[in-house]
């Protein structure tokens, strides 16, 4: 099958019009927090709460015995926040950097996880097949119940940010003075970062969690290159969030054997290069032509006296 | 009085930053606030502006707690506190000064729009009202601080080295802006580091060195005593320099 397949197959099989269609929603709303994550300096956050999910969704799974995704979400989430607070916490109690503070805390609950996954696989029930495919997302095993779960779960998350898109600018821009004005942003940032949290959460099933942070921040790295409004960087984000989504569940189902969640995640690291090489104005390739040009300009005047 | 603060104590962590404050400041007057380096002048000004909890004391604005007279006061924050590279325009930065009266999710329309140009006019940056701030001058992004601050029509402006990194001209244009404001019988509260300038640019001096070491009028009280309680006995003052 070749990627025109793939697009033949888009409007007529099931299957591969339910992967797509979630591949593409987690890519949007990846894109649209994402932007949030990079603006605020938060984009540790991404590694931090996908890392620290895993013993989440192995806990839930322990509890439950069930892989409902929603219940694997809710555990991962909990888990991730507490993993992120945890950072917050040493950063502000001791002496370590948060970078510090988060490279410890990262290991320690990835490696919980993979104990407890560990542990799972030894059991004897039949069930737990299927739960290390968090680890670098398994785009295959998304279907309807999940696409919807998503879909909600998106739905929501990009209603708040269009209805607070004021709000949460100027929580991006100036938190302090916001706070001048009489807006509470010590819920506001609750609220976005748990917008943050969702979306790296709906994207662990497909691109897991190894993977997650650059799909969180990829997208949104791209879109800064080329707008200088922040609505403008939200909807390229978006749009290069469901493009990769898209692309990348294509070339995976035209290639056998080529898991979509890297795929995935390199189509989206190619836009961010391309998009460093390319835009305009901040793009890398016209500010050397720019400084090539005022040099031989200079040159030229001097020259000339 | 336009802002009264009594028994005002503030500290991170252990050490306090601000002891015991007391200050009263009347209507009207354009007061700088000088110090060393850590003394709380600009934690002085974010205790009262509700962004730092204090340890202790009362803070009103026009007789009533910030939180309830929030719209009479604007705040110009120091330039160094943002990311200037944040994708956003000069006007929609002056847009966010009318944040405040719009309050949650109503959008600025037409009337805060015409509202922010203005602002923009009066400090001498409605050309560059669609540059990206990052593309601005020091001394045109604190221009920029100074139009979201007008846009409040506020009674009370407390400001954090407005003179920081500007250069001559935008130093000027801006002092001339802050008499306009004085003249239309504005308050002005402002973090200053520049000794040599305060007695030409403001009328009333508060020393503060984790305790307020003295405030009152200029003419009265910007003297080598008081710098050097401010300062420290070594300091050599400024009005000396000024008689050779």
Known sequence: MNVFDYFGLLINDYTIRTISMGTVIMGIVCGILGSFAVLRRQSLLGDAVSHASLPGIAIAFLITGSK??????????????????????IASKTHLKPDTALGIILSVFFG????????????PNANQAGLDK??????ATLIVKDVYLLAAAGGISVAIVIIFHKEFKILSFDPQYAKTLGFNITLLDIVLTSLIVIAIVIGLQTVGVVLMSAMLLAPAAAARQWTNRLGTMIILSALFGAFSGLAGTAVSASMSNLSTGPVIVLIASVLVLLSFLFAP?????????????NRNFLKNEFSAN | MAV??????????????????????PEGIMMAIVGPNGAGKSTLIKAILDIVKPVAGTITIYGKPYRKNRSLVAYVPQKGSVD????TT??????????????WIRRPGFIEKKAALEALEKVGMLEYRSRQISQLSGGQQQRIFLARALVHNAMVYFMDEPFQGVDATTEAAIVNILKELRKDGKTLVVVHHDLQTVPEYFDWVTFLNVKKVATGPVGEFFNDNYLAL??????????QKKEI
Request: glycine residues 12%; neutral net charge.
């Open chain 1, 112 to 123: 919980f996880g993979m104990l407890l996954l560990t542990l799972i696989q030894k059991m």
């Open chain 1, 134 to 139: 968090f680890l670098f997302g398994q785009a």
């Open chain 2, 84 to 87: 200037w590279d944040f994708p």
């Open chain 1, 281 to 293: 104005d901040r793009g890398l390739i016209i500010r050397l032509f720019r400084h090539w040009k």
């Open chain 2, 230 to 239: 401010t300062y420290g006995s070594g300091f050599k003052g400024v009005m």
């Open chain 1, 68 to 89: 409902e995704p929603l219940v694997l979400f809710i555990g991962a989430a909990l888990s991730g926040l507490i993993g992120t607070l945890w950072i917050m916490g």
């Open chain 2, 4 to 25: 009264t603060v009594d028994d005002l104590t503030v500290a991170y962590k252990y050490k306090p930053v601000l002891w015991d404050i007391d200050l009263d400041v």
């Open chain 2, 90 to 103: 000069s006007l929609d930065v002056v847009l966010m000064g009318t944040y405040g009266q719009l309050g």
